[in-house]
């Protein structure tokens, strides 16, 4: 298993997600208290903590048999048109290679196997994305591309002439992608 973890996020961006003003059990108005070593939002009625969690996504990278690399193209904004890896949020009662398998099939019409763990991401592309993502390879791939659901268009291209790139950090995890490549 190949892993490896960058760590780029940008505290401001993050404590301006949205804060809670009401409590997610009970309904009563929170409050900031200092609790756990920092402020955190408190529910004074029943005493729930709210522990602001990262939003988690999972990623794949499947390869044909020439090298070239599967990327789909954006239907949803930001960055509508743009291309990017096979993708999406990781749901709460499924395991995170679970969700790459699901979104790649859901964006791609393609059935990945098996996946290896690639490498983990943090940081924020935009405001309603992911702030860490689990890339996976994806392996033993079966079936017709067909794109739909977040994807206008798939296609596989050669990591020498890719489509124009939704984000940055998607050219980052294909090179990783590469280096890490049995030759
Ligand atoms: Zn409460």
Partial sequence: MISTIKKNIDPLTVSQRLE????????HALQDAFVFNRQRRVCPACGL?????HKVAAAVVVANTDGEVLLI??????????WGLPAGFVDFDETPAEAAVRECH??????????KLLTVTAGHAHQRGAN????????????TLSPADDALDACFFPLDALPPLAFSSIRQ???????HRPA
Avoid at 49 to 53: I, K, L, M, T
Avoid at 106 to 115: I, K, S
Avoid at 173 to 179: A, F, G, Q, S, V
């Fill in 132 to 143: 860490i993502i689990i890339v996976y390879e994806g392996l033993d791939v079966n079936g």
């Fill in 173 to 179: 995890i294909l090179m990783t992608w590469r280096e």
């Fill in 49 to 53: 903590v709210v522990f602001r969690d």
């Fill in 106 to 115: 859901e964006e791609t019409g393609l059935q990945v196997g098996t996946v």
């Fill in 73 to 82: 193209k954006r239907a949803g904004n930001p960055r509508r048109g743009y």
């Fill in 20 to 27: 809670l003003n009401f409590c997610p059990r009970c309904g």
